[in-house]
């Protein structure tokens, strides 16, 4: 009897374990995606709360007012930011795009002149080989003139499309803004009223996740943002120096793709510097590899103060989350698998999942029990 109720309550904790992971991965993300704008509204009251408490005990005006001034303030300042630089990336795209076709004849041209140069080296190779070789050179045909397909390019309808979704992109900013406003101003009734509907067990819970998310994730994102503007900075400074076209973008491009886990600024760096190389342009390609060394030392100076431990998952561990992460939610999701991989193993750490694998050790050890004759 004693051993049919110890079961019963592995079976609860089992099956409220297995409810609660399929609806974080299941239905929390869509419950989000619907409220989204409520979701940026809360994170933007967020930010702005500590100003807002800074100007309730200095300034000593009233709540209402200041939440209004700050999220004003923090609205202006990031649309502000955001239009410059989406206006500059626009620019360079639209630029970018009109000069595709000189963009892939060089392009082509360039691999061609290589191609020349290693017609020694490409005689040797096994013949094995030489078809894997020419297969990449057939496929990189393909995709350039796939991509110069008059398909890729948006129609006239689309880009009504496109027009007709601005009144809703502005319904969405204005319910944020005001969501974000009531969020401060409201901050206190908002959490009274929670406590009284909610159990406290919850509330316990969702404050440690809360603190855990915000140590891990925040501490993380940030870390990694500020190594992503400076890397990007740099690499801007030395294409401008480079005489690269369109080089804020491709700064932009390569920054972002060090930001992803087990990417780098060489997965764009060490090709192109090989293919200068290749064509003569020995100054250019030297110049290309300084830029890299620049950025990899910059980086490896600031990511251990910058992000430290909070990471704290071994790499082989970051490679899982971050595939799981792809697999589910693309780019996306190796985006966002570490940090939340970082907080699952924070909850390992801290014992929430102690009573589940405890019921396994448990199920696991009288079943071999019960194997012995």
């Not at 004003?72 to 990031?78: C, G, K, L, N, P």
């Not at 129609?155 to 944020?176: F, H, K, P, W």
């Not at 067990?201 to 603190?211: C, E, F, V």
Request: net charge positive; charged share 15%; aromatic share 14%.
């Amino acid at each position: 009897m004693k051993n049919g109720i110890i079961y019963i309550k592995i079976a609860v904790n089992l099956v409220i374990f297995v409810l609660g992971l399929l609806f974080a991965v299941f239905i929390l993300p869509k419950i989000l995606g619907f409220f989204m704008p409520f979701v940026i509204g809360w994170i933007i009251s967020v930010i702005a709360n500590p100003l807002v408490k800074f100007l309730e005990k200095k300034v000593k005006i009233l709540r209402k007012h200041s939440s209004a001034i700050i999220i004003i303030v923090v609205i202006v300042a990031i649309v502000g930011v955001f239009y410059a630089l989406i206006s500059l990336i626009v620019r360079e795209a639209m630029q970018l795009i009109g000069d595709l076709p000189n963009i892939y004849k060089s392009i082509e041209q360039q691999l061609n002149e290589v191609s020349d140069r290693l017609q020694g080296v490409y005689a040797l190779l096994p013949a094995g080989l030489k078809n894997v070789v020419d297969g990449m050179n057939v496929n990189i045909s393909e995709y350039g003139s796939k991509l110069m397909s008059d398909d890729n390019f948006p129609s006239i309808s689309q880009a009504g499309t496109y027009a007709r979704n601005i009144i809703e992109v502005l319904l969405m900013a204005i319910i944020t803004v005001l969501s974000a406003y009531f969020f401060i101003a409201e901050r206190d009734n908002i959490s009274q009223n929670l406590k009284k509907f909610v159990p406290k067990t919850i509330i316990k819970s969702y404050a440690l996740i809360m603190d855990n998310f915000k140590t891990a994730v925040g501490g993380y994102f940030k870390a990694q943002f500020k190594i992503m503007i400076i890397i990007m900075l740099i690499l801007f400074i030395g294409f401008e120096l480079l005489k690269v076209d369109y080089s804020f973008l491709l700064a932009l491009g390569i920054a972002f793709l060090d930001f992803l886990p087990f990417f780098g600024t060489g997965a764009v760096i060490w090709p192109w510097a090989l293919v200068e190389l290749f064509t003569g342009n020995y100054l250019k390609a030297v110049l290309l590899l300084a830029v890299y060394l620049v950025c990899q030392i910059v980086k490896q100076v600031l990511q251990p103060k910058m992000v430290g431990d909070s990471i704290g998952i071994n790499p082989f561990a970051t490679l899982i989350f971050m595939f799981i992460g792809y697999r589910f939610m693309s780019v996306l999701g190796m985006i966002i698998g570490i940090p939340i991989g970082m907080v699952l193993v924070k909850f390992y750490q801290l014992g929430m999942f102690d009573r589940v694998i405890r019921g396994f050790k448990i199920i696991i050890h009288d079943i071999n029990e019960f194997r012995k004759f």
